[in-house]
């Protein structure tokens, strides 16, 4: 089935180190997004790729950075100079051929000690 | 994009139907509204969207104020299982341009 892997589903790293989220999809989908999520808060645009070796920051991008170097894989970390990491991440994806906007992966919980 | 406005939560008996009001009174002509659903730590999921028409699916109805001002998503019969965080979003249909907002979202509790 197609669809959208997010790996690991939970993961704690210590303070000061970067940390990777893994995202790919077997969809086909040409763009790809980052979601950051708090408790209780919905959810902010961290970056997104529409083509493979291009991507722009979202609203709140410092702190992160990804990479796009295939179409089904979009790798998120999360450096140190992200003063407030844990939080839950969600991956999508997009094409214009279908109207029913984003599949969403089904997210990463992280946790900085 | 537009902005959209929902209540902050809301309750619902199993069995009945739920009505999800969102009001996005800025909305242009060439926005849709989606609704899309989260269930607690997963990804959201998509439920409908329109542009000027009702609409309706296996999952819901999506009903728009001929102003388009407004619109309701209406779960026809609860069960518990549509307990989640329900996201109304207005986009316009930009070709490449996919990027949506999701603000807090209706809380909605479906008690049996």
């Known amino acids: 089935d197609g669809g959208i892997t997010q790996s690991p589903k939970y993961l704690f790293r210590k303070e000061g180190q970067n940390v990777t989220l893994s995202c790919e999809q077997n969809l086909n989908h040409d763009a790809m997004y980052w979601y950051r999520q708090d408790p209780g808060q919905g959810l902010r645009l961290i970056y997104y790729s529409q083509i493979v070796n291009d991507f722009q920051k979202g609203d709140i991008a410092e702190g992160y950075s990804v990479s796009r170097e295939k179409k089904e894989s979009f790798p998120l970390t999360v450096t140190s100079a992200q003063k407030n990491p844990t939080a839950f991440y969600l991956c999508?994806?997009?094409?214009?051929?279908?109207?029913?906007?984003?599949?969403f992966g089904s997210g990463t919980r992280l946790t900085v000690v | 994009d537009a902005k959209t406005t929902q209540p902050t939560s809301m309750d619902c008996a199993e069995g009945r139907a739920a009505n999800l009001p969102c009001n996005h009174s800025t909305i242009s002509g060439n926005e849709y509204v989606y609704w899309y659903r989260q269930i607690h730590s997963q990804g959201p999921q998509y439920i409908i969207h329109?542009?000027?028409n009702n609409e309706t699916n296996e999952m819901a109805s999506l009903i728009i104020t001929e102003d388009r001002k407004s619109s309701t998503l209406i779960l026809p019969h609860a069960t518990l299982r549509d307990t989640a965080v329900y996201y109304c979003?207005?986009?316009?249909?930009?070709?490449?341009?996919?990027?949506?907002?999701f603000g807090a979202g209706t809380t909605v509790t479906v008690r049996a």
């Open positions: 999508a994806s997009s094409t214009p051929t279908e109207s029913y906007g984003y599949t």
């Open positions: 329109g542009l000027k």
């Open positions: 979003i207005v986009r316009a249909a930009i070709f490449n341009d996919y990027k949506l907002s």
